[in-house]
């Protein structure tokens, strides 16, 4: 990256390409491993905890966690630790160039995948001094140009450069989440003196003794487009987010920076609304000002996926057009992380809308949860004493994220018309059909809450109402219609308008009363049922005045 002071167009000598090295299997530690290595090879470390203060230098090969490459170990889970145990620095890198040409091969430096943790670099009394002798407590690069790309940095200590020390250098840092590291002096997070590194979507956030200290003077000058900061969240960092010292001042643009804040193209200063910093996930809330709001000014490659894997660049504002977000996490729709009381809105990609607010008691492994609305199929029809809205919806709901305990589902039904809303139920497809889970609406704010603990098809839905007495009215026609022996129609008739006259008369226990006249009915009726009355018009007239009963049981 520079042209006088920071040598990092060395090249190192050729060799056969391709060899892989895996710890613990085929070596037990790492720094085994980096001392068989040669240029072009690749370590792969398996998930673990690996107690060790790494040297690497004058080579180029790719030193790569559990977190990039998890399938290589069949998909085990866990991550790659580096811990010095607070004794000395996790990774000291020399001369390590940034590639090699390997039989017309380009092979690049690079650490992936890794959490750096436990270093420790801090002068004591009667100790040898130099500069930068205790500096660097995580990492630690002089003349060098490795990629470092989706390692954790978080919890190391120094003098200078707490996370990491890029002293002479021009590393490309991308998608790495350094936090939680302090400075006795300056650079909690990062110190970087006479460097050229690239610093493209990094969340630095809540180191102590400041984010990045930048020192930069004399006549060296870097290779466009130079020393960049872009797409990075510099936040939440005690003393300073950023400070550059001297007069060449590097290229800040789209970032999130709090104190020491650069006004240059697309950067912002807000809070950038992690999900739960307390817990270390900065994953991007919904709303948050970083997403899709980032930026390529300098038309570099942008990383085609964010920390977690997750492609770049997306949507993460539904607004139809796709901008790289800030930060080492791209926004995902419907991102689920783990937590307690997490909320999810999805995106129905149908409508664009978020129609539902899912509150999961406890995620224990992250996923994604999708809502698709579709229009009612062959066996999907309402349940009994229930009929859509306009337009007839249901809601698909699913989730790949792992979680216990019960989820609060809460619709938002204003974009379907319903004639009765005070009457709205929500229900769940089981396997053994809808069930009502309704637990409160909200018919103001047209929103409707149900409890479940498994995820399916949805659906708001309003009773049927029917008037009794239309029923009663309409039965009355039918007895007429039969031609009943006078002495019969007249008494059945009389039991009809005894019925309709209790339902009508507020001062009687209503139901109750036409209920016990109706039941009479059924009794008359079976009494002729097969003599004066046909065994099929008997049968029909039961079964309507039944409907009935049930009808004015149910209110």
């Avoid at 200290?213 to 900061?229: E, K, M, N």
């Amino acid at each position: 990256m520079l042209l006088m002071v920071v040598a990092v167009g060395l090249m190192c000598g050729s060799s056969a390409l391709g060899a892989t090295l895996i710890v613990p299997s085929g070596y037990s530690t790492i720094q085994s491993a980096i001392d068989a290595a040669v240029d072009g090879d690749t370590i792969q470390v398996a998930p673990g905890t690996y107690y060790e203060n790494l040297e690497w230098a004058n080579k180029c090969i790719a030193l790569v966690g559990a977190k990039a490459h998890d399938s290589i170990f069949g998909g085990e889970g866990g991550l790659s630790v580096v811990d010095a145990a607070g004794i000395g620095r996790c990774l000291k890198m020399t001369d390590v160039p940034d590639s090699v040409s390997i039989d017309g091969f380009t092979f690049a430096s690079r650490v992936e995948g890794f959490t750096f943790t436990g270093g420790h670099m801090q002068y004591q009394e009667g100790q040898i001094q130099g500069l930068h002798f205790y500096s660097g407590g995580g990492l630690y690069l002089n003349n060098s140009s490795p990629k470092l790309e989706k390692n954790t940095i978080t919890g190391n200590s120094a003098d200078d450069g707490g996370g990491l020390l890029l002293w002479d250098s021009g590393a490309t840092l991308t998608n790495n989440i350094i936090t939680a590291n302090s400075a006795l002096n300056n650079g909690g997070g990062l110190f970087l003196d006479y460097s050229c590194p690239q610093l493209m979507n990094n969340t630095i956030t809540s180191n102590t003794g400041g984010g990045i200290y930048d020192v930069f003077t004399g006549l060296a000058v870097c290779v466009l487009p130079g020393r960049t900061i872009t797409n990075c969240i510099l936040w939440g960092n005690s003393k300073y987010d950023l400070v550059v010292v001297g007069k060449s001042q590097p290229f800040v643009t789209y970032s999130d920076i709090g104190i020491g804040f650069v006004a240059e193209k697309g950067n912002i200063s807000a809070d950038p609304m992690f999900v739960n910093p307390s817990t270390g996930d900065y994953h991007l809330k919904a709303g948050s000002p970083c997403i899709d709001t980032g930026g390529n000014p300098w038309k570099l490659p942008l990383p085609e996926t964010d920390f977690d894997g997750n492609p770049r660049v997306g949507d993460g504002n539904s607004d139809g057009t796709a901008i790289v977000d800030m930060g080492a996490f791209e926004a995902i729709v419907g991102l689920t992380p783990p937590g307690e009381d997490v909320i999810v809105q999805p995106k129905d990609p149908a409508t664009g809308e978020t129609p539902v607010t899912l509150t999961f008691d406890k995620v224990t492994g992250d996923g994604v949860t999708t809502v698709t609305s579709t229009t009612p199929s062959e066996g999907q029809g309402p349940p009994n004493g229930f009929k859509f809205g306009n337009p007839p919806v249901i809601f698909e709901i699913a989730t790949t994220a792992e979680f216990s305990g019960s989820i609060e589902v809460c619709f938002d039904y204003s974009s379907a018309s319903y004639g009765n809303k005070a009457e709205l139920k929500l229900f769940h497809r089981t396997d053994g059909g809808w069930v009502d889970v309704t637990t409160s609406i909200d018919t103001v704010s047209k929103i409707i809450c149900g409890t479940v603990t498994s995820l399916s098809f949805f659906g708001v839905f309003e009773s049927e109402f029917v008037d009794p007495v239309e029923l009663l009215q309409e039965l009355a026609g039918r007895v007429i219609t039969l031609n009943l022996q006078q002495g019969i129609s007249n008494s059945l008739d009389a039991k009809l308008q005894a019925s309709m006259q209790a339902l009508d008369d507020i001062n009687e226990n209503n139901n109750v009363a036409a209920i016990n006249t109706l039941q009479a009915f059924i009794n008359t009726v079976k009494a002729q049922r097969g003599n004066k009355i046909s065994e099929a018009d008997a049968d029909a007239l039961i079964a309507s005045v039944q409907k009935i009963i049930d009808l004015l049981g149910m209110e």
